[in-house]
């Protein structure tokens, strides 16, 4: 529990706006709740914002439509009251789109079939003023924001620790139909030890 505190308290140093998650770990979040949709719900084209001024944002990429939100408000592990933002793709179904409507979660429309992280960034500073954002995976999603060069800086924490458990997402994960292949190189800004 100690790291988890150290860890804590580097995020809280960022002072960001927003964080940002990928579909997996949101999942383990909230609990691997299912979306209880009505098939034959429509909804108006375009994102929807339930609210644009809240004191801090959770982030979740889902183009698939797999959160099962309760509501539109997030407090999970000592982070805070936060509000829920899903980024969907036009191709996400109209069903969740009612889901997320229905419950007080915003969302925003970033990319046709496949997720495009620019468009996901100009939104989230239009319409929620998000100004700093911290993408905290898991790998795949690192990945794919890294690869559009929508990341400004790496923060890595290192710790003394290990459970050996095989199969878990790396720091940076590329899917399998990603076009870049490319290594990508990091300057060394600063080093710092704590507790």
């Known amino acids: 529990m100690r790291l988890a505190g150290e860890y804590g308290q580097l995020r809280s140093e960022m002072n960001a706006d927003a964080w940002m998650y990928g579909t997996t770990t949101t999942k383990e979040f909230t609990n691997y709740r299912r979306p209880d949709l009505d098939s034959t719900a429509q909804v108006p084209e375009g994102d929807f914002t339930a609210d644009t001024s809240a004191s801090m944002y959770y982030v979740s990429l889902d183009t698939k439509g797999e959160i099962g939100w309760e509501s539109g408000t997030f407090n999970n592990r000592g982070r805070g009251e936060s509000h829920a933002i899903e980024v969907l793709t036009a191709s996400t179904p109209a069903p969740y789109k009612a889901y997320l409507r229905k419950r007080g979660v915003s969302y ?45 800086e790496l923060s890595l924490l290192l710790a003394p620790v290990t459970d050996g458990s095989q199969g878990k997402a790396a720091l940076f994960s590329r899917m399998e139909n990603s076009d870049m292949e490319a290594p990508v190189e990091f300057t060394l800004k600063e080093v710092r030890q704590t507790e």
């Open 108 to 152: 925003i429309i970033a990319g046709e079939d496949k997720m495009d992280c620019r468009a996901a960034m100009e939104k989230l500073y239009q319409l929620f003023h998000i100004e700093k954002l911290l993408i905290c995976g898991g790998g795949m999603a690192d990945w794919t924001f890294l690869s559009a060069g929508m990341i400004d």
